[in-house]
């Protein structure tokens, strides 16, 4: 009991002789952390004003985000009456210690194939990425819902990341009427992707005959586009080549199929 | 002549690679009747050929019954013109095409 009470008195000391600092310090690490969330937040929006890529921007972000509350929280300690010269050394060691476990080990830990702001399909999903986590990946599709794929899931199956290389090729496959010019319609798909600013020149634009189809002629068209031209360029020649064929006179086909009728005579009835 | 100045020749004279697109119109302006680029020329042009044509027919839609009392809004003679400010026929007639036309050297 004497020993119960003895310690409530050294507690109460404590907090007479230190309690006012210690409140003063939460009070900043409170306020602290409130300015440094506007701070990030504004460093943000600072860096996409500049057109910093996502990827950089997060990097950033997090870097002065760790360092401004570490800054913060050995402030608070040193104001509290800490020491704070034996806290900086644990920490030091810990950055040190945690630096050597990453290179040595970064080998074996499995990474995600792609970045922040790639379109990739993963999951199961197609969209943009808009971060990462240690356990999922937050992806929005285009037509505006936010998914969070696990990690480990994405980890186990096939990514399509159409970042990965700068351009893509559009693959388009036309079917034209089996009386159609054949000759005319390779020729006009030729123009259209020759003319377009999108297609690029290397590789180059390729028209050639896909198949001998059932109900028609298909005709294959293989620009090459810049990754973000790859959508609109595509919609853009489909309509194209609708609208010249129809001025060319070149019919698409669309399945068919020929029905031949006999007609069978009863033999007509001889009366003797 | 070997293959790749072939290829080259072809490139250069074949087909007009166009390099953008932009909307060519006439506005009317104190001194008369300016012509006028949306993307300016300072800008980079627009690489979609139907979708300068669809903001041309909305332009012109916009401004159709515009008269000199609306002087910002009366824009005339609506056209798509490649980067060298060559107008280019309309891709689903591949005939010219002029939209809000008007004869504005009478005027």
């Not at chain 1, 792609?114 to 199961?124: D, I, M, R």
């Not at chain 2, 009747?33 to 300072?42: G, H, L, R, Y």
């Not at chain 2, 139907?50 to 401004?63: F, G, K, P, S």
Request: proline letters at 5%; charged letters at 25%; glycine letters at 6%.
């Amino acid at each position: 009991m004497e020993q119960e009470i003895s310690k409530y008195y050294r507690l109460r000391d404590l907090f007479l002789e230190h309690g006012q600092e210690v409140v003063q310090a939460l009070i900043i690490l409170v306020l602290g952390i409130l300015a440094i969330k506007y701070i990030v937040k504004y460093v943000r929006k600072f860096m996409t004003r500049l057109g910093a890529k996502p990827p950089i921007i997060s990097t950033v972000s997090v870097a002065l985000a760790i360092l401004l509350f570490f800054g913060l929280a050995i402030s608070c300690l040193e104001w509290a009456g800490m020491r704070v010269d034996v806290l900086m050394r644990f920490l030091a060691a810990a950055c040190l210690g945690a630096i050597a476990i990453w290179i040595l080990a970064r080998p074996y830990i499995p990474s995600l194939p792609f970045k922040v702001g790639n379109t990739v399909e993963a999951g199961g999903l197609l969209g943009v990425v808009e971060g990462t986590t240690m356990i999922h990946t937050r992806l929005r599709t285009f037509d505006g819902k936010t998914v969070f794929v696990p990690n480990s899931k994405i980890l186990k199956e096939n990514v399509v990341n159409y970042h990965y290389t700068p351009n893509r090729q559009v693959r388009l496959v036309i079917g034209i009427h089996y009386g159609a010019d054949l000759v005319k319609a390779k020729r006009i798909l030729a123009d259209l992707l020759a003319e377009d600013p999108r297609v690029l020149n290397t590789p180059p634009a390729r028209v050639f005959v896909l198949n001998l189809a059932e109900s028609c002629v298909e005709i294959a068209a293989r620009p090459w586009v810049n990754n973000k031209d790859y959508w609109i360029t595509r919609c853009d020649l489909l309509e194209k080549i609708k609208l010249r064929f129809d001025q060319e006179g070149v019919t698409i086909a669309f399945p068919q199929v020929d029905a031949h009728v006999y007609y069978h005579r009863e033999p007509e009835e001889t009366t003797d | 002549m070997l293959l790749k100045d072939t290829v080259k020749l072809v490139g250069k004279g074949w087909v007009q690679r166009r390099k953008g697109y932009r909307i060519r119109f006439q506005r009317r302006a104190e001194t008369g009747w300016a012509t006028e680029f949306s993307p300016d020329m300072k800008e980079k042009s627009w690489t979609s050929e139907i979708a300068t044509w669809e903001l041309a027919r909305r332009l012109a839609a916009a401004t159709k019954d515009a008269g000199p009392d609306n002087p910002e809004g009366e824009i005339v003679n609506i056209c798509v013109v490649d980067d060298a400010g060559e107008p280019i026929p309309y891709y689903a007639t591949n005939q010219s095409h002029v939209l809000n036309p008007r004869d504005v050297e009478q005027e």
